[in-house]
Every structure is written in C-alpha cells, then in structure tokens.
C-alpha cells in the first residue's frame, strides 16, 4: 500500500472514533438540560439528515477539489458543531451541523481510494476501511460512556474550568480535540492529481442523474431486494442504538455509561458476524442469507422481554465486582443481534456494489444506497420519539421494531422468490453479465 493510504486509514479511525463518542456526550448533555425523552431520537435525525438533502451534491462536492482537503473541511466542521454545542448552540442544531460533515465527509474517504491505489488493492483497501469504521465504532462507544461516567466527574471538578462544569460539556470539548486530530491527520494525505469537471455549476443535472441511478437500482430484481432489506436493517439498527441506551437503564438498571458498553458488545459482535459472513458466504450465495433478516427480529423481539429481575437476586463475584447474573447474560443476548446483523449485512452489501457496478458504477449505488437508507432513518427514528412523547416503554417499541422486521422480511423473501419464479435466477459474482 502507499504511504498516503495509511494516512486515510489513520484519519477514518480517529474521525469515527469522534463521532461514536460525541453520540454518547450530547445525549449526556441532553440529560444535563432535563430535555424531555423525545428530544433523544432526534439528535440522530437531524444527523441523519444531512444524507438524504445532501446526497444528490455530497459526490460532485468531493470531486470538487482534492479529496484529502474535503476530509479536512468536513473534520473541521464537525469539530465546529462540538465547540457550537459546548458554548450554547442547542444539541439538535448543533448534532446538525456535525451531520453535513459526516455526509461530505463518507464520499471523499471512499473515492480517494480509486485515485491513489490500483483496481488491485481496492478490495482489500475497503477491507481496511471497514475494520478502522467498526474498531472505530466499538473505542467511540467505550470512550464516550468513560468520558461521562461517575469517573470522570472528580477529573472535571479538579480542572476548576467554569466552562467545563460538566462530565458532559468536558466530553464535548475531548471529542473536539480528537476532531481536531483527525483533521490534522488529513494534512498527511497526498493530493492524488485527479481532476473532474465541476459538476456542482449545474445542480439540477445532478438531482437528474441521482433520480436516474435510484430508478435503475430499484428496477432491477436482485438490486431492490437488497436496497429494501438493508434499507429496513439499516433504520432499525440506527434506531436501536438509541434504543439500547434507554432499554439498559430500564431493563438493567445500567447509567448511560454502561448502556455505551452494551454499544460497544454490539459492535463486536457485528464484527465477528461480518467475518464470518465474509470467510463462508460467497457472492453466488449471498441471497441465501435472507432468512438471517427474519432470526435478527426474532432475537431483537427476545430482548423486549429480558430483564434483570428474571434471574432474581443472583450474583456472580468477577475480578471483585460483585454483578447480576441477569446484566451478565445480556451482553451474549447483545452480542448475538450484532452478529446476526454483521451475518447478514455483508453479503447484502456485495450484492447491491456488484448490481451497482454492473449497472452504473460503485459511487452512484452507494450513494442511492446511502440515501435511501437514511430516510429509513429518518422515519424510524420520528416514530420512536412520537411513541416516547406518548409514554411508550423501551421494552414496547422494542418488541414492535423486532416483530415490524419479522414480518417485512417474511414479506421481502416472498417477494424475493415471486421475482425468481417469474423471471428467473439473476446470476451473481463470476457468471453475471
């Protein structure tokens, strides 16, 4: 790999790193201000949004000068959203503000990779990519419930800073500081020397072209199944996490900082899941893992139901702590979800780059991917914070997001077969035309 290569690597790690952790604080903050349980869902919606309005620019915008200095702008502003947030800017505004970097910031780090490296390193360039995304997600987790634990409070006090105050306003200003690194890093990227024409001088071509890739992907039969089941996971699996955080106080009586820890198992189990899928399900079979969608549900409707108080007072001592064994036994439960997830996220994934690429080309599909996925996102999560203003419970809305999957994914492998009934198997990977 050339040297620049590990500068991205670097610089995506830390980024993400930031933005895992700055969830974790400005849901924290939210807590300071007494904010009512709704205002929670839509932090992430006013993140999320920046990909559905943006999408259709985000691409012409990083082709629109070198993709390293794009990387930095965009760190740049998200670090501008924190320092908005830790001096008064309310945290939906401000979580706003970060989510325009995060939309400008994901086609740059993955189009830089065809300009400075041959087709023949791509796979395994991407490979990387995703490691740093997911090690990222699981460090950012973990670091924002450290930041705004009991733990940290004596730090905060001892620092006698009048504009800290706060665990959570002191891990504003840390996840600044780490976006401020990650911007730093981007310094170390090369200017690759590719040049594109200067698409944003016509922005209704480009909603044209972006309307025309979305039509081309959705009539195709293996690309709308799979645009559909990710889109459906991709919305739930957003809305979890925020889930999770609330389920964990309620269900196992966790603080906010152990609910970052049951993120974190998630990720991990993600991982593990993704590997596997990765290593045992080829491209030619990746339709098969479809029935995985339904399991996923069928697990995430089970966690409606657990809680601590059905192991009653049993207790295990480990390393000197003495813990349920009702909280114990959540973390396998926690773990499973993400690697049923991982399972069956990987193979859906190859499918939708390998009709996108087929069809159009790898940019466009995952931008339509991208796009169609965040307004899932953005759907999902206004109706948990309209079930919250109406006084639903963690474990309620819990068990109807598993069930609403159980079934659309019943309702996806119907129409999954139906289309290969009618028209016949869709060749994928080598035998594909």
């Known amino acids: 790999m050339k040297k620049g290569f590990y500068a991205i690597i670097a ?36 993140f999320s949004i920046s990909y559905v309005v943006l999408a259709p620019f985000v691409g012409a915008f990083a082709d629109a000068m070198p993709k390293g200095r794009v990387m930095l702008l965009s760190n740049a502003l998200k670090a501008f959203g924190c320092l908005a947030m830790l001096f008064g800017l309310h945290p939906m505004l401000a979580y706003a503000v970060v989510g325009i970097g995060a939309a400008a910031y994901s086609p740059a780090k993955y189009g830089i990779l065809t300009e400075l490296l041959p087709a023949d390193k791509l796979v395994a360039a991407n490979g990387w990519i995703e490691a740093a995304t997911v090690g990222s997600t699981i460090a950012g987790t973990v670091l924002g419930g450290a930041l705004i634990s009991r733990h940290a409070a004596p730090v905060v006090a001892a620092l006698h800073l ?55 992907l959705w009539h195709d039969r293996p690309a709308q199944i799979v645009l559909a089941v990710t889109t459906l996971l991709w919305g739930a699996a957003v809305t979890l996490q925020l889930l999770i955080l609330k389920w964990a106080g309620s269900a196992l009586g966790m603080t906010l900082s152990g609910g970052a820890v049951l993120q974190g198992v998630i990720g991990i189990g993600l991982a593990f899941g993704a590997a596997y899928a990765a290593r045992h399900l080829s491209l030619r079979r990746a339709m098969s893992a479809l029935p995985v969608g339904i399991v996923t549900g069928v697990a995430i409707v089970a966690t409606a139901f657990y809680n601590r108080s059905l192991f009653g007072d049993a207790a295990l001592d480990i390393a000197g702590q003495h813990l349920s064994v009702g909280v114990i036994l959540a973390y396998p439960l926690i773990a499973l979800i993400g690697a049923l997830s991982g399972y069956f996220v990987v193979p859906m994934n190859a499918v939708l780059q390998h009709r996108g690429h087929v069809l159009l080309s790898a940019g466009a599909s995952i931008a339509v991917q991208n796009f169609n996925q965040n307004i899932a996102v953005l759907i999902m999560l206004g109706l948990y914070a309209l079930m919250l203003a109406h006084g639903w419970t963690s474990a309620a809305v819990i068990g109807v997001l598993g069930s609403v999957i159980c079934v659309a994914m019943a309702g996806m492998i119907a129409w999954h077969r139906r289309n290969e009934r009618r028209f016949g198997v869709v060749p994928l990977g080598d035998d594909a035309s």
Not at 27 to 40: C, D, H, N, S, Y
Not at 175 to 191: C, E, K, Q, T
């Open 11 to 46: 610089a995506q790690f830390v980024s993400s790193l930031a933005d895992n952790a700055l969830l974790i604080a400005a849901i924290a903050l939210l807590g300071e201000m007494r904010a009512a349980q709704w205002v929670t869902p839509l932090i992430q919606f006013c």
């Open 162 to 216: 009048p504009a800290l105050g706060t665990v959570a306003r002191a891990a504003l200003l840390v996840v600044m500081l780490i976006y401020i690194i990650a911007s730093l890093i981007n310094l170390r990227i090369p200017d690759t020397g590719a040049r594109y024409d200067q698409q944003l001088r016509h922005p209704g071509a480009l909603v044209t072209q972006f309307g025309h890739a979305c039509s081309v």
